[in-house]
């Protein structure tokens, strides 16, 4: 069975930085494009970044480029996202996942990032 324990999260000042990190179990990991998502209050889930198995190919949503890494290591099965220079605007509940077909619409409980002065 698929499972995603994200952590990491925290209350940050803006302009500060987080590492957030998500151990996935129940299937293949090394061969599964992972994503991180957030959802920020009051609006609906957005896609953050994502890479592909072998960590060659990466992209990040707009507002989070120059900002947020996006980084695996497939030895222990972990995605993480490296968030620097945070702002206000990225306060949110962050979920990492596979794609549907793996994870079949499964997602972990987050990791709330509050960023707030």
């Known amino acids: 069975q698929v499972q995603l324990v994200e952590s990491g999260g925290g209350l940050v000042q803006p302009g500060g930085s987080l590492r957030l990190s998500c151990t996935a179990s129940?299937?293949?990991?090394?061969?599964?494009?992972m994503m991180w998502y957030r959802k920020p209050p009051g609006k609906e889930r957005e896609l953050v970044a994502r890479?592909?198995?072998?960590?060659?190919?990466?992209d990040y949503q707009d507002s989070v480029k120059g900002r947020f890494t996006i980084f695996r290591d497939n030895v222990e099965n972990t995605v993480y996202l490296q968030m620097n220079n945070l702002k206000p605007e990225d306060t949110a509940v962050y979920y990492c996942n596979a794609d549907w077909f793996i994870s079949g619409d499964y997602w972990g409980q987050g990791t709330q990032v509050t960023v707030s002065s």
């Open positions: 129940g299937f293949t990991f090394s061969t599964a494009y």
């Open positions: 890479i592909s198995g072998d960590g060659g190919l990466t």
